[in-house]
């Protein structure tokens, strides 16, 4: 018995043990000082600086947090903030009660964010704690309650409140709330609380319209005097000529034609001016990486856009240095706040998500879905060269997975689908030496007339969603995905599917009667 009675102390004493243990690791981990976002403690060492009775805190991990929608320019020495569609810069070039330098970090004034958002900042017991909220309700007591560390009944009371105290409510769980009263944290059973309003803070806006539209880019490579033919079809909502691009002596070419443009608007076509960096790497990153030719950029796509009374900007950044991937985000921030001040619909090309640093992960998509009114999503060209593998430039299951992917990435609701007006004609050229490859771009007329004038079979590819021809002529087998009105049927039924905002064509000058008429059909439906 006696041996029984040990045991079971024993036992009694390491579990008491383990609960003291629990309990200081909790309390350790939850109440300890600390920098703390809307509820949830951020562990970090150095989140905070005093100087007198000032509290600065780390830029990285504001910015990191997403507090503050932030870009360090560490070229220029700038930190930009953008808020509320404002652009707010601190110049750490300069002395200024502003932010504080140490050990190679910002440190920003608890005081300057106060006055340049819309967050409750607080501050207890000489930055051992700060607070700082963009989403929680206010509540108040109906009862004494208490504040505990854990949701059920016997965990360690951190503070006693009395009936009718202000608390704010972070997140709600089955009985319990987690609460802060002054710089205590924790949960507060529901019964004893009622909500007074709810405090939501957002710093993003934006004008995006529910408008669906039907776009198409017009490619030009050179300022055009006059144009005979003009081609205007049938359900076009906006043009896009390329007039305008980045250009080594000035900042864009202006090939702006008038009579163009009047041609359209006469037929209540709307015209977004593209402008392009003319996929030029090293000229975008001279133009990108300088805060002031950075910040003119901006400027002159403004001035171009009013002189010409453009109803939109459309950006088209490609084939840039991964290394200038954050330039070129806060050059779009930079641009959209622009562009909504001038009242200028404001879109942006992408590539569809791949592992190529140059075209694709060189978009900060879930940033840029921010600020833009229309993500115009470039779904082609999955396969450009032999290298890549044979095959279709925008099978459908392709093009749905792109879709998909992107809307995940940026919860964006004002995607517009680009769709190609071309295909490709591969080529597998046998040799006495081996085996060649060569693949031409061929617009969709200049497709149909290949395979009229060489009597090449079609058959529907099941997968791919698109017509298929082959056929051998002496050593070389031509191979064709075709893009055609059945290939454009299914992609708009993609549109409607998933509630995207019309579709994005290229080009205009590919076109035919067909396509047009079942975008018209479509469109019906």
Partial sequence: MKIKKVITAVVVLVV??????????????????????????????????????????????????????????????????????????????????????????????????????????????????????????????????????????????????????????????????????????????????????????????????????????????????????YVYYRGLDVIAPTWHSLDSEEFFTDWYLEEYYNYYKDRNVDVWGVFNNSFDRDLTSYYLRDRNRRKQTVEEIIKISEKYNYDGINLDFENLHYEDRDYLTAFIKELYIEALEHNFVFSVDITAVSKSQNWSLIYDREEIGKYSDYLALMAYDATTSPDQGIGPIASLPWVEDSVVELKEITQSNSIILGVPFYTRLWEIIEAEDGIYYDTTALRVKSAQNFIEENEIPIIFDNVAKQNYGEKKIENITYKMWIEDELSLGYRIDLVNKYNLKGIAIWALDYSTDELWEKIHEKNQN
């Fill in 16 to 229: 008491i043990l383990i609960g003291v243990i629990f309990f200081i690791t909790n309390k350790s981990s939850d109440m300890t000082r600390g920098f703390y976002w809307n509820g949830k403690k951020i562990l970090l060492d150095d989140y905070v600086l005093v100087d007198e009775d000032n509290y600065f805190i780390n830029h990285k991990l504001l910015s990191e947090l997403g507090v503050i929608d932030s870009f360090n320019d560490k070229d220029s020495r700038y930190i930009q903030i953008f808020y509320e569609n404002t652009l707010y810069e601190i110049n750490y070039n300069l002395e200024s009660n502003t932010y504080i330098e140490e050990n190679e970090k910002i440190y920003i004034n608890s005081n300057y964010l106060k006055s340049k958002t819309n967050y409750t900042i607080e501050i207890y017991e000489n930055g051992d704690y700060i607070f700082v909220d963009s989403v929680y309700n206010r509540g108040k007591t109906i009862n004494a309650s208490k504040i505990r560390e854990d949701r059920y009944i016997t965990s360690g009371i951190i503070k006693k409140i009395e009936n009718n105290q202000e608390v704010k409510i972070y997140e709600l769980y089955n009985q319990w709330a987690l609460v802060r009263y002054g710089s205590k944290l924790g949960y507060i059973m529901l019964e004893d609380l009622e909500s007074i309003s709810n405090e939501i803070v957002k710093n993003i806006k934006s004008i995006k319209t529910n408008e669906n539209k039907v776009v198409a880019w017009d490619l030009f490579n050179r300022k055009a005097e006059t144009i005979a033919n």
